[in-house]
Each structure stands twice: as C-alpha cells, then as structure tokens.
C-alpha cells in the first residue's frame, strides 16, 4: 500500500482543512487507517484512527469535537477534516495503513504517507 496525503496548509486560529490520504492497491478497504501528527521538537503523536470492519473511530482528547477521520472505500481515501484549529495543531501530519487497528493507534502502521503540513497562525 502506498499512500500520498495532500490537503495541509497555512489556516488561521478557529479555521478549518481537510486532509486527505489516497492508497494505492486493491485492498485497501481492509486496512485501518490512522493519522499522526509532528510538531517541530516534539514526537510524534496519534491523531486519529478508524477501523475497516466496523468503521469506528479513534481520536486523541486533544482533538475530540475538533477532528473527525472518515474513509472512502471507493476512492481509497481517507480524510481527516479539522475544525476550529488552534496554533498547537502546528505539524507535520501523516497518514498511515495497518490490517491492525491497534497496531495503527500505538503507531506501528506498516505503511506511512510522506506527511502534509499543517500551519495554524494565531
């Protein structure tokens, strides 16, 4: 699976973006998919998350009410569509496919996108 996010860019506090992670392959609607995120100095954290099968969904309390992650199986997209941004959002996000729901959120995806970034100014 290979994986291409697009969609980062520079927002003002309590604006929105839409991100969005196209896979590649035919199985695709198999996989969990999860985003991360880096900020400058800091590791990488969990973002968000939802799983195939059920199409749960995951999210770090720093952003619950703020992100939502939703999938597409048809376009093999995945999208992370963040609401009222804060200058802490500031990162490098990444998406990332893993058959594991579990291994996706504790970060051990296999396969990880090239990263998107994401400014919030204040």
């Known amino acids: 699976v290979q994986l291409q996010a697009s969609g980062g860019g520079l927002v003002q506090a309590g604006g929105s973006l839409r991100l969005s992670c196209a896979a590649s392959?035919?199985?695709?609607?198999?996989?969990?998919m999860g985003w991360f995120r880096q900020a400058p100095g800091k590791e990488r954290e969990f973002v968000a998350a939802i799983s195939w099968i059920s199409g749960n969904t995951y999210y770090a309390d720093s952003v619950k009410g703020r992100f939502t992650i939703s999938r597409d199986n048809a376009k093999n997209t995945v999208y992370l569509q963040m609401n009222s941004l804060k200058p802490e959002d500031t990162a490098i996000y990444y998406c990332a496919a893993d058959p594991g729901l579990s291994t996706v959120v504790r970060g051990g995806a296999n396969y990880w996108g090239q990263g998107t970034l994401v400014t919030v100014s204040s």
């Open positions: 392959g035919r199985t695709f609607s198999r996989y969990c």
